[in-house]
């Protein structure tokens, strides 16, 4: 057999060389690590090759630092929120910006650590390389002059934060989610352009900490999800001080002094915004340049993202790609899922096919936003006769208790079969009742099998027996219990 390969750059490396694998992951992160250990465990030869920080966007500037900062602000509504009981004052605010910040960079220097840069030395069949941005080639990846051999490669580039084009928007002081979870003063006003799950849950956050924030969108907050549901969080954001502009058009920005000035149109009147910075929240780009996808025939959609299959394959042979960079869900959990059927279906023989029917999503704002399966307008674009019910809190025997009734469950169902196609739940701590729900919908239950369902009392997670009961009964003429 011929021990030497041909590389592009006219190098040649035998097969035992050190720089041929069975499979090369490009990217770090969460994609990255979940494929090369998959891909690992089964005895295969991994090349995972990284640049910047080791991993990724999730630990370094994403899940992991909004999530305790979000909490930290929570701590600060809950005290204020102690209020609405009878006999309790509660006052509290940020005392020291520069110790938060501390701490957070201390908790995501050490899960970086401790989750990924750690675990590489566990496994001897993954060879970490950090030599610069890569590129792909016929059998293969460039990294500079050097060339990394493998038969099958798995793309796990991420994503980066987008600036729309407004014009004016490269004068004005803006931050992106990395910047704002970095920033050493806290500013006294925000203006967030774009109202997605990220500008959602950081808005609120920033308010918490006692920025005066503006939210600007140009259809609605979190406009993927039910539109009762984003009325709701929209009046929650109004009652905390959160000015909300929705539907606007963006005209122009504009420097003013050291902060920076944002023209809209609302309803036809035009107005101008000022702030300290503006926080771009409009979205994300896939990380795909300079990775020669064109060169290799590999399609990306209008995003430039990159279109995999259900097996997770590329439009090239051998090609995979998995997590922010590809056309599928832009979740951590998702981008681990996907990489791990990439890595099987690349090395490991698998005919494993990517299936999100039953996933759920969360927004991490106070109420928390999380859902599962089809909206209303998805389930009769999709051909369902479709029937639904929607439940407020004030009706849950739980938020009562709380004195927090903000928040809204909405469940959608077949008419003719009363099978469950979705639902979402905005209730404190909706993350974890939506688990009950996305099980409903794994195993096929109807609506009147979850109102049957045994459920404790007095639970959040009861309001989804009691929006199930509402198909068909006025909940109000319960009893304790929904019996
Ligand atoms: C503010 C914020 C909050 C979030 N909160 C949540 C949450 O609560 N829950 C949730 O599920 N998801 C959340 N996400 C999304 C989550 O972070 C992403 O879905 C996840 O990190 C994607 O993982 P990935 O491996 O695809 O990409 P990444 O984690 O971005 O990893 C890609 C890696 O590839 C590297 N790379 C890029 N180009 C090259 C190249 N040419 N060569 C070599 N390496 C390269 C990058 O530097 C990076 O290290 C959040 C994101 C943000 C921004």
């Given at each position: 057999?011929?021990?030497?390969?041909?590389?592009?750059?006219?190098?040649?490396?035998?097969?035992?060389?050190?720089?041929?694998f069975?499979?090369?992951?490009?990217?770090?992160?969460?994609?990255?690590?979940?494929?090369?250990?998959?891909?690992?465990?089964?005895?295969?030869?991994?090349?995972?090759?990284?640049?910047?920080?080791?991993?990724?966007?999730?630990?370094?500037?994403?899940?992991?630092?909004?999530?305790?900062?979000?909490?930290?602000?929570?701590?600060?509504?809950?005290?204020?929120?102690?209020?609405?009981f009878?006999?309790?004052?509660?006052?509290a605010?940020?005392?020291?910006?520069?110790?938060?910040?501390?701490?957070?960079?201390?908790?995501?220097t050490?899960?970086?650590?401790?989750?990924?840069?750690?675990?590489?030395?566990?496994?001897?069949?993954?060879?970490?390389?950090?030599?610069?941005?890569?590129?792909?080639?016929?059998?293969?990846?460039?990294?500079?002059?050097?060339?990394?051999?493998?038969?099958?490669?798995?793309?796990?580039t991420?994503?980066?934060?987008?600036?729309?084009?407004?014009?004016?928007?490269?004068?004005?002081?803006?931050?992106?989610?990395?910047?704002?979870?970095?920033?050493?003063?806290?500013?006294?006003?925000?203006?967030?352009?774009?109202?997605?799950?990220?500008?959602?849950?950081?808005?609120?956050?920033?308010?918490?900490?006692?920025?005066?924030?503006?939210?600007?969108?140009?259809?609605?907050?979190?406009?993927?999800?039910e539109?009762?549901?984003?009325?709701?969080?929209?009046?929650?954001?109004?009652?905390?001080?959160?000015?909300?502009h929705?539907?606007?058009?963006?005209?122009?920005?504009?420097?003013?002094?050291?902060?920076?000035?944002?023209?809209?149109?609302?309803?036809?009147?035009?107005?101008?915004?000022?702030?300290?910075?503006?926080?771009?929240?409009?979205?994300?780009?896939?990380?795909?340049?300079?990775?020669?996808?064109?060169?290799?025939?590999?399609?990306?959609d209008?995003?430039?993202?990159?279109?995999?299959?259900?097996?997770?394959?590329?439009?090239?042979?051998?090609?995979?790609?998995?997590?922010?960079?590809t056309?599928?869900?832009?979740?951590?959990?998702?981008?681990?899922?996907?990489?791990?059927?990439?890595?099987?279906?690349?090395?490991?023989?698998?005919?494993?096919?990517?299936?999100?029917?039953?996933?759920?999503?969360?927004?991490f704002t106070?109420?928390?936003?999380?859902?599962?399966?089809?909206?209303?307008?998805?389930?009769?674009?999709?051909?369902?006769?479709?029937?639904?019910?929607?439940?407020?809190?004030?009706?849950?025997?739980?938020?009562?208790?709380?004195?927090?009734?903000?928040?809204?469950?909405?469940?959608?169902?077949?008419?003719?079969?009363?099978?469950?196609?979705?639902?979402?739940?905005?209730?404190?701590?909706?993350?974890?009742s939506?688990?009950?729900?996305?099980?409903?919908?794994?195993?096929?239950?109807?609506t009147?099998a979850?109102?049957?369902?045994?459920?404790?009392?007095?639970?959040?997670?009861?309001?989804?027996?009691?929006?199930?009961?509402?198909f068909?009964?006025?909940?109000?003429?319960?009893?304790?219990?929904?019996?």
């Amino acid at each position: 057999m011929d021990q030497q390969i041909k590389t592009h750059d006219c190098c040649a490396i035998s097969e035992e060389s050190p720089d041929v694998f069975d499979l090369a992951v490009i990217g770090a992160g969460s994609a990255g690590f979940s494929a090369s250990i998959t891909a690992a465990e089964a005895g295969k030869r991994v090349a995972l090759i990284g640049h910047g920080l080791i991993g990724g966007a999730c630990v370094n500037v994403g899940c992991v630092p909004s999530k305790t900062m979000i909490r930290a602000a929570e701590a600060i509504h809950g005290a204020h929120a102690a209020r609405r009981f009878p006999g309790l004052s509660g006052s509290a605010q940020v005392d020291d910006w520069a110790a938060l910040m501390a701490g957070k960079e201390a908790l995501v220097t050490g899960l970086r650590q401790k989750k990924y840069a750690d675990l590489l030395p566990g496994y001897e069949e993954i060879t970490y390389i950090d030599e610069g941005a890569a590129a792909l080639i016929e059998g293969g990846v460039k990294l500079g002059a050097r060339v990394i051999r493998a038969p099958k490669i798995i793309i796990a580039t991420g994503g980066r934060p987008d600036l729309p084009l407004i014009p004016g928007i490269q004068d004005v002081p803006t931050l992106n989610s990395t910047l704002l979870l970095a920033l050493d003063t806290l500013p006294e006003s925000l203006v967030f352009l774009g109202g997605g799950y990220i500008g959602a849950e950081l808005a609120q956050m920033m308010a918490r900490m006692g920025v005066k924030v503006t939210v600007v969108c140009r259809s609605r907050l979190l406009p993927q999800v039910e539109p009762e549901v984003s009325e709701a969080l929209t009046q929650v954001f109004r009652n905390e001080g959160i000015t909300m502009h929705c539907g606007v058009i963006y005209d122009a920005c504009r420097r003013d002094g050291s902060g920076a000035v944002l023209c809209i149109e609302e309803d036809g009147e035009k107005l101008e915004l000022r702030c300290d910075h503006l926080v771009v929240t409009a979205g994300r780009s896939p990380n795909t340049e300079g990775l020669g996808l064109a060169e290799m025939g590999i399609k990306t959609d209008k995003r430039g993202a990159i279109i995999v299959g259900d097996d997770m394959a590329t439009t090239h042979p051998g090609v995979f790609a998995a997590g922010d960079v590809t056309n599928r869900d832009q979740f951590v959990y998702m981008a681990a899922y996907g990489a791990k059927l990439a890595a099987r279906n690349a090395v490991l023989d698998g005919a494993e096919r990517y299936d999100n029917a039953a996933m759920p999503w969360v927004v991490f704002t106070d109420p928390q936003v999380a859902g599962v399966g089809l909206t209303e307008a998805q389930a009769i674009a999709a051909g369902h006769e479709v029937k639904t019910s929607i439940l407020g809190l004030e009706n849950v025997p739980r938020a009562l208790a709380a004195r927090d009734t903000r928040g809204v469950i909405k469940l959608v169902a077949d008419a003719k079969t009363d099978l469950l196609l979705g639902g979402v739940i905005a209730a404190p701590e909706g993350s974890d009742s939506i688990q009950t729900l996305v099980l409903a919908l794994k195993f096929g239950m109807t609506t009147k099998a979850l109102g049957e369902t045994i459920f404790p009392y007095l639970t959040t997670v009861e309001g989804l027996k009691m929006a199930a009961q509402t198909f068909d009964r006025d909940v109000a003429k319960l009893s304790c219990c929904a019996g």
